[in-house]
């Protein structure tokens, strides 16, 4: 995988989503969104709240990130690991997602597209209930139009999921198992490799983030809470690239 635009720019095509003129190589930018729980402690609130806060926090930075030429901005919204939390907890995360991907008149004002990475919804082991199956799919058939940034929300999302079932494509189709039939194989084959993963509140871990799409790219860790990253801390990430 690459670390540097060029070799980004180089697997994308001219009319790739962020590569407007002028602004040099759109950039792929995945954010491990942490410290929600940490947030709202340190303010004497529940959890929840710093959930709350942090689905607000993201529609903000995906504005900024907008302005700034971004061409891909994936976040980690929930991983696979995430079902054990306490179930109120959970509810209210689902209820956020709902809130996300129903945010289509912003996301259209800004010419952002939607997608979402995650175990396909009919996999034995997936929990995603209808409702949020539901948002997901209208979230993506309302911005497909759109031509600007590419907002991919990572939700019930696991690496060693996604590259297990990508292995297990590629040898049903009787292919060779290399670099390239394992991108084929990928939960959204549209991602191109990540230039800068991002992780907040101060967890030096990748949590099973992208594995596969992330394997040469810049980290920026940051003690910043997911509610409180801001202009600062996004320009901060991709001063590492650009
Ligand atoms: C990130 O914040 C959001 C999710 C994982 C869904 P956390 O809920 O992990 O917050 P901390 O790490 O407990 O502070
Ligand atoms: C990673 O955060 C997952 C998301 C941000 C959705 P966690 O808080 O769940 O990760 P760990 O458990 O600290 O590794
Ligand atoms: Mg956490």
């Not at 209820?95 to 996999?123: A, C, T």
Request: charged share 25%; glycine share 8%.
């Amino acid at each position: 995988m690459s670390t540097t635009t060029g070799d980004v720019a180089a697997a994308t095509t001219a009319s790739s989503p962020g590569d407007h003129p002028g602004t040099g190589h759109p950039l792929h930018i995945a954010c491990i969104m942490d410290g929600n729980g940490r947030w709202a402690a340190r303010r004497g609130l529940p959890r929840t709240a710093g959930h709350t806060e942090g689905e607000e926090n993201l529609a903000r930075i995906v504005r900024l990130a907008v302005q700034r030429d971004i061409g891909w901005l994936t976040v980690f919204g929930f991983s696979t690991e995430n079902w054990v939390r306490p179930r109120t907890e959970v509810r209210h995360i689902l209820g956020l997602h709902e809130r996300l991907f129903g945010r289509i008149n912003e996301l259209n004002d800004l010419d952002v597209r939607v997608q979402w990475i995650g175990r396909p919804f009919d996999s034995p082991s997936a929990r995603t209930p209808k409702y949020v199956q539901r948002a997901i799919r209208k979230a993506i058939a309302d911005t497909a139009d759109n031509t600007g940034m590419l907002l991919t929300v990572a939700f019930d999302y696991g690496g060693r999921n996604e590259l297990m079932s990508a292995v297990r494509a590629v040898r049903a189709a009787d292919q060779p198992i290399t670099p390239a039939t394992i991108d084929e194989h990928l939960y959204l084959t549209e991602l191109p490799p990540v230039d800068v993963l991002v992780r907040t509140s101060g967890e030096l871990r990748v949590s099973n983030f992208l594995l596969w799409q992330s394997a040469g790219s810049k980290i920026h860790f940051t003690d910043t809470a997911w509610p409180d990253f801001d202009a600062h801390d996004l320009d901060a990430a991709i001063a590492l690239v650009r």
